[in-house]
């Protein structure tokens, strides 16, 4: 029964881990987005740093970079291996250019930031990284999705086993129930013995959904740590916390509590419409 | 249809009452409306002037706890010892372990079951189950005693001493009634009802000889 | 009761769904597999077309994309927005390349593929585009691996979860089980209604099964269709057809006999203890 | 402890038997053992020359079927209604349903319950529950009646009844074994075995008199 629990309670518990980290990783992400902005070929240093301490001013920009057009050019010669090639083009083709990181992701504000850049002199073209923030934010819209359907869904679950479970006792007890009733029992007395049984099953229960949930991020952390060179050590789950640990307990103990006050209530119902 | 019909009866205190019939006649009926196991379809049912009707449901445990009730079924947990079983009444009325063990011994002891008390009651034999059904109900020491056919399952020795158990009750002030098959023989005070055909009859009503 | 049985058998299937599509998926990258393999800049329009020939002659070799300088660069130019630039380069410096699609993934063979095409005179570079590959895999045995541990758990949910339902059931009846078998029934006559009810279970369960995947997998498409422009329609997810569907019926009836089978045999045996 | 010590009887086809003791004497333990419902902890019971400890599973259906058994606490099935309940042996016996219907209800009648044949059992005074019980064991036409104490709750005229429903059937052939606080009352040739502390004794071989 404990391990019905624990199974049932764990499954939406991950769910709820992996929403956790996956929109910590999605805040990660989200403040890193940014825009470039190219500026024309012939610029001069002077007006470079006119336009990095104009844009050092903005409240919506958090961080700027400025990457001079020799380094892109390094960086594009390596990353096309065209360094080697032969015959290879004397003239740097890139401008330079600023890159930005935003402090914000509304789209009306990026908007009015890059018409003001564009009156900017010696701004040439101004390119935003919207698709990828928009596509990240996607993803993560659809595995909220999923973890919540999937979450729900196993609540009912769970909601139903326990209170089946409650159900199955008190048919078990049906008998001790009536003569209980009958020899003067108050109903409290009788629940007493269910609800006791509930929150402890809840307690059971919990106990195995914490330990099913460290043996999980333990796993996944393993699998990822092998792989961890393409993520860079982003995908990493953290566990629940002490505090979060006692609160699912403590929920679990609850959930145990209501369903058998429920289905004791239920069977003593059943027996006292023939009284 | 109608179990029992036009039923009148009134019980004082301490007295010893009989209730005969035929199988059938509705001898457990009448007992449980007396004891508010039952409701009746129509009429009132009056306990220390109140009207059982309408007692509401938190009240019925604490009117039911003045009853000692004997069923014709038993109604035995058959989960729990022997022990366990009689204690049930005044785990109820939360009473001490070590008053509760007490009181069960001296029950279980006054039907002849104290060697039995750790068996489980399915291994007991039919007259022995009834038995454990009076030590339940005898060790609250309620104010009323209800016993339906106590001893249908007892040969005549055994059948004698619980009588002899309910009579002694009687002669302390508990209200005792008792249904059988027969006219009871005892040369004690009593009342004794017939149900016939739903109808009930005050047959005797006997004066203490002595 | 059929609605846990749905609930608790749909989890598993949805993740089987997904699996199923997502290395349907793999399937259609996987073969996408590429090397490009750069020509030297002065090369000629017959040593050009002498490697296609040798190229197309190979079995690993699925498929051959030859994409001129000129196309090369133009990409280049749109992609980095370099189009509009003043003083754009005159010359060309990127090469000649051919995409190569390949029918293997095994690394012994590419690498020996790519050693045997190192000697083609004429063919300057190889690059191997091995990290996506495996960044595509390694998410999908991420993936795999999830699915595999959520849906183990949860048929084991859901084995406990019906044959404790049985096992309710069996409770109710232990009466009739007692009575019929000391009046002389078999015990199959006295298992036949609890496997029957156990096989109605299944059946149930299975069709509630079939319609919360048909909701989910609407639901899912609908959401993939509003953000699909990022995903080109690669994530639509299929529903089961109509012989996986009576597969999925057949086997929760199945699980179903299984587990009143079980607990029938087992509420006897409790009985037969005490003869 | 072993509640029953050197026992030994024979039972012949035909006989009617009567098993008498005390209340836990053990005479339903003697019954039970008799229809294998209980297996001894030593010593063998032999049926139709077959060592019933030696029986197997599969078997044991098969020989059960052949006795009638009436239990002292009724074993009835308060979850389906009367017909169904007597229905029991023959639905398990695999009859017609035509033929199931005919003869349940003419054990129904038999026993004078064929008026409350869609009643649920827990409706039944207790009596009447007895004779469900006993309509139940003899629907099957089995060619042994085993009956624990069968008239218990039953008041004379209906005891008369029943007993005289038992003797019938036992005119016809069939094993009648019926177990008793008392000794019986009968003038047909009957044996009547009483245990007393775990000692058998056979009392009376009456014969027939007429
Ligand atoms: N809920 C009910 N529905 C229908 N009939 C009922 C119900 N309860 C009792 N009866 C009927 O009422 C009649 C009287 O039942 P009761 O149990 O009071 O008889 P009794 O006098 O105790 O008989 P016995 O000596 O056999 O125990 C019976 O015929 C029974 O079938
Ligand atoms: N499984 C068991 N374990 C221990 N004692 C048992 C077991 N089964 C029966 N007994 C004891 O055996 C004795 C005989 O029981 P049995 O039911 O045969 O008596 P009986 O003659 O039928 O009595 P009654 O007339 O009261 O029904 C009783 O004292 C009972 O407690
Ligand atoms: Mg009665
Ligand atoms: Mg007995």
Redesign the interface.
């Known amino acids: 029964m404990f391990?019905?629990i624990g199974?049932?309670l764990?499954?939406p518990s991950?769910g709820l881990l992996f929403l956790d980290n996956a929109s910590q990783l999605s805040n990660k992400i989200k403040y890193e987005a940014e825009i470039s902005v190219?500026l024309?070929?012939?610029i001069s240093e002077d007006q470079i740093e006119f336009i990095e301490s104009g844009l050092k001013k903005n409240s919506l920009i958090k961080n700027i970079h400025f990457e001079p057009k020799q380094d892109a050019w390094d960086k594009?010669q390596t990353k096309?291996?065209?360094s080697?090639?032969?015959?290879?083009?004397s003239?740097n083709?890139?401008?330079d250019a600023f890159f930005i990181s935003l402090n914000t992701l509304d789209s009306d504000q990026i908007a009015n930031l890059i018409n003001d850049l564009k009156t900017i002199e010696g701004i040439?073209?101004i390119?935003i990284d919207g698709?990828w923030i928009?596509?990240l934010r996607?993803i993560l819209?659809?595995i909220k999705?999923?973890v919540y359907?999937?979450g729900s869904?196993?609540i009912?679950?769970l909601i139903?086993?326990i209170s089946?479970?409650i159900?199955?006792q008190t048919?078990?007890?049906q008998?001790?129930i009536?003569?209980?009733?009958?020899?003067?029992?108050?109903?409290s007395?009788i629940r007493r013995p269910f609800t006791y049984t509930g929150i402890i099953y809840g307690f059971g229960g919990g106990l195995i959904t914490l330990g099913?949930l460290k043996v999980?991020v333990i796993?996944?952390n393993l699998?990822?740590h092998r792989?961890e060179d393409?993520f860079g050590g982003l995908i990493v789950i953290q566990n629940f916390n002490l505090k979060e640990s006692i609160l699912l307990i403590f929920t679990a103990m609850l959930a145990g509590w209501l369903a058998s006050f429920i289905s004791a209530k239920q069977a003593i119902y059943r027996l006292?419409k023939n009284? | 249809m109608d179990v029992l019909q036009d039923i009148n009866l009134e019980i004082d205190a301490g007295d010893l009452i009989f209730v005969t019939g035929s199988s059938g006649a509705g001898k457990s009926t009448l007992l449980k409306l007396i004891s508010a196991?039952?409701?009746p379809s129509s009429g009132t049912i009056v306990f220390e002037n109140q009207n059982i009707n309408f007692l509401n449901?938190?009240e019925m445990?604490?009117?039911?706890?003045k009853?000692g009730?004997i069923?014709q079924d038993h109604?035995?947990?058959?989960?729990r010892d022997c022990f366990d079983n009689v204690a049930?009444?005044l785990q109820?009325?939360e009473l001490d372990p070590s008053d509760i063990s007490r009181r069960v011994r001296a029950a279980l002891n006054k039907v002849g079951l104290l060697n039995k008390e750790k068996l489980m009651p399915i291994t007991l034999s039919g007259g022995e189950q009834q038995r454990l059904a009076i030590a339940?109900a005898i060790v609250?020491r309620p104010s009323i005693l209800i016993a339906d056919e106590p001893i249908a399952n007892l040969d005549k020795n055994y059948a004698n001493e619980i009588m002899n158990i309910f009579y002694s009750f009687h002669q302390v002030g508990v209200t005792v009634i008792i249904s059988s098959h027969e006219a009871p023989s005892t040369t004690i005070k009593h009342k004794e009802f017939n149900i016939n055909q739903g109808k009930l009859n005050l047959e005797k009503n006997v004066p203490l000889l002595t």
């Not at chain 1, 080697?84 to 083009?89: D, F, Q, R, T």
């Open positions: 391990l019905v199974i049932t764990s499954l991950i190219f024309t070929k012939d594009l096309l291996k065209l080697s090639l032969e015959g290879g083009i003239e083709p890139l401008p040439k073209e390119v698709g928009k596509k996607s819209y659809l999705v999923g359907t999937l869904l196993l009912a679950v139903i086993v089946n479970t159900r199955l048919l078990t007890y008998d001790e009536e003569v209980s009733r009958l020899i003067g029992a108050t109903n007395f099913i999980i796993i996944f699998i990822t792989i393409f006292e009284i | 196991v039952e409701r449901k938190n445990p604490y009117l039911r706890r009853f009730m069923f109604k035995l947990l058959y989960d049930l009444p109820i009325n339940r609250s």
